[in-house]
């Protein structure tokens, strides 16, 4: 069983190919679910999917696996991360928050995919060169990735930057301290209504009030509403202005 949490639609994208090349099935975490539950069989394999945040596993998606109830402790366990450009110790941190459920994690693979946060000057998302550059790695490494998984190989194959301990245990909790907000969301006159951002929230934080989305404090800053927006009608403060958006399959040749 593949478990996935996916703001822009990598990990998504990561979780269904992977589902498909090891003849798993994947499910969407409902990570606003207070009881989430599943089946899986004694000798059957678990695989978490997500992006990384400020170089670890997302918050919400701990927070989500804290509450999971299984009728089995996996007996294989991977994480397929998917990042910008590094995890930092994405790995060993999500390996001892494992280890607190009981679980041990077997395997990490981190794959590099299109950035999705611009929510800070300097950071932007990648050229339409780069973004393709990325996404045809990935279809070639996918293959690859889940003979691994098939083969239950143990060990992690990252990708960890620079300073990789100072950004998985200090910028981090500084990043969701400081910055994780959605007090800076804007919504234009471009808006036309559709609701999109709303339903695309996998926090449920967005609720259309008179035509116009109203964000509601449960936000981890996945930036699904403001890059799927058809409108392009959501900034972020001045941070995003002219940016640009990108999602998993904007375009046809993703
Ligand atoms: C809040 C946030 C924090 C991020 N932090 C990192 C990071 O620490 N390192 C990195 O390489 N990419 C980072 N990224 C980029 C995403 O991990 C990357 O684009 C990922 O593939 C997005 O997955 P998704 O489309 O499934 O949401 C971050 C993105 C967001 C939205
Ligand atoms: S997705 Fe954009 S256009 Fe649609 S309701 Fe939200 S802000 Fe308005
Ligand atoms: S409000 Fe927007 S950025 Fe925040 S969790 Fe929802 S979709 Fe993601």
New binding site residues.
């Given amino acids: 069983m593949i478990l996935f949490f996916s703001g822009c639609g990598n990990s998504e994208f990561v979780a269904n190919s992977l589902a498909t090349l090891t003849d798993d099935k994947s499910y969407r975490m409902d990570v606003t679910d207070a009881n989430p539950t599943f089946q899986i069989e004694e000798d059957e394999a678990l695989g978490i999917v997500c992006p990384v945040y400020s170089w670890a596993v997302p918050l919400v998606v701990m927070s989500y696996l804290e509450r999971l109830q299984l009728n089995h402790t996996p007996s294989y366990l991977y994480l397929a991360c998917t990042c910008g450009d590094s995890v930092g110790n994405t790995a060993e941190h999500f390996s001892k928050f494992c280890s607190t459920l009981g679980w041990k994690l077997d395997f990490v693979y981190s794959f590099i995919m299109p950035e999705t946060y611009i929510n800070l000057k300097g950071f932007n998302l990648d050229t339409p060169d780069g973004e393709k550059r990325k996404l045809d790695a990935v279809r070639q490494n996918l293959p690859l990735v889940a003979q691994r998984i098939l083969s239950r190989e143990n060990g992690f194959d990252v990708v960890k930057g620079k300073l990789p301990w100072i950004n998985t245990h200090i910028t981090n909790a500084l990043f969701y301290k400081l910055l994780i907000t959605d007090r800076k969301f804007c919504?234009s006159d471009?808006?036309?209504?559709?609701?999109?951002?709303?339903s695309s929230c996998p926090l449920h934080n967005?609720k259309?009030k008179n035509?116009?989305?109203s964000w509601n404090g449960n936000c981890t800053n996945c930036m699904s509403?403001y890059h799927?927006?058809?409108?392009n009608?959501?900034s972020f403060g001045k941070a995003t202005t002219g940016k640009g958006q990108y999602f998993f399959g904007h375009n046809s040749d993703a």
Avoid: D, H, N, T
């Avoid at 808006?191 to 999109?196: A, E, F, L």
């Avoid at 799927?228 to 409108?231: N, Q, V």
């Fill in positions: 919504v471009a808006c036309v209504s559709c609701g999109i951002c709303e967005i259309m035509g116009r989305p509403c799927r927006c058809p409108k009608a959501i």
